[in-house]
């Protein structure tokens, strides 16, 4: 099932902060995050596993509430290379490699 | 830096015709995924192999698509005969394990 992503869409101004999150009715085994730039791949963010632990990379963190099924992902001090459109995928288990179910998407436009 | 090698990257096919597309995972990667993705939403698995078996291939058109991964390597996905609802990005990937996704660049396909 895929999971819910809010909000939809975000407009900042460079510097702001912005937080996506990412809901699943089901148990999830682990989280990944990815941005894509319009017409790129999906680049790899951050993966998170079930037990609740944030992690951070540069000004982008995220976090795994275990109990709510459901991830954020903050962005602080947002700059004009963070626009893109932000994905979490979601794992219910890690018996078979990562069978990732995918949220619609958080499309992101950092403005000057 | 390795990557997931994917291509074409654009194929522009009539309707009723047949498409393939290849896919070369980064070395070592068991795991390789087929994600079709259509503007605006997020990528939705097709099939996913481990090694040369395939682990899921629930939402893939059997009736039109076929995939497959002969010596465990690289990859072919194949559409016959195409439909204008199979227009989309058609995304590889690959993974070492329960680790992070990589994603090739994928191929931009039309039909018209």
């Known amino acids: 099932q895929q999971p819910v992503q809010s909000p939809q869409a975000v407009i900042l101004r460079e510097g702001e902060d912005a937080v996506i999150n990412c809901s699943s009715s089901?148990?999830?085994?682990?989280v990944h995050w990815y941005r894509q730039k319009h017409g790129e791949a999906p680049v790899f963010l951050m993966i998170?596993?079930?037990?609740?632990e944030q992690k951070g990379h540069e000004k982008i963190s995220a976090s795994f509430n275990e109990k709510k099924q459901q991830s954020s992902l903050y962005l602080t001090a947002s700059q004009l290379s963070y626009s893109g459109t932000y994905f979490c995928?979601?794992?219910?288990?890690?018996?078979?490699?990562?069978?990732?179910?995918f949220g619609g998407g958080t499309r992101l436009m950092v403005k000057p | 830096e390795a990557e997931v090698a994917q291509s074409p990257r654009y194929k522009i096919t009539e309707k009723s015709q047949a498409v393939a597309f290849w896919c070369d995972p980064i070395?070592?990667?068991?795991?390789l995924y087929w994600y079709r993705q259509i503007l605006g939403q997020g990528p939705e698995l097709l099939v996913q192999?481990?090694?040369?078996?395939?682990?899921?291939d629930s939402q893939l058109p059997k009736d039109r698509f076929s995939a497959e991964r002969l010596k465990g390597v690289d990859s072919t996905l194949k559409i016959q005969p195409a439909e204008l609802g199979d227009s989309a990005m058609y995304l590889c990937?690959?993974?070492f394990g329960t680790g992070v996704v990589f994603f090739g660049q994928g191929t931009r396909l039309t039909v018209v």
């Open positions: 990937a690959s993974s």
């Open positions: 089901k148990a999830l085994y682990s």
């Open positions: 998170l596993l079930k037990g609740g």
């Open positions: 995928g979601t794992e219910r288990g890690n018996n078979a490699g990562n069978m990732l179910t």
């Open positions: 070395s070592g990667h068991a795991t």
């Open positions: 192999f481990q090694d040369e078996s395939v682990v899921d």
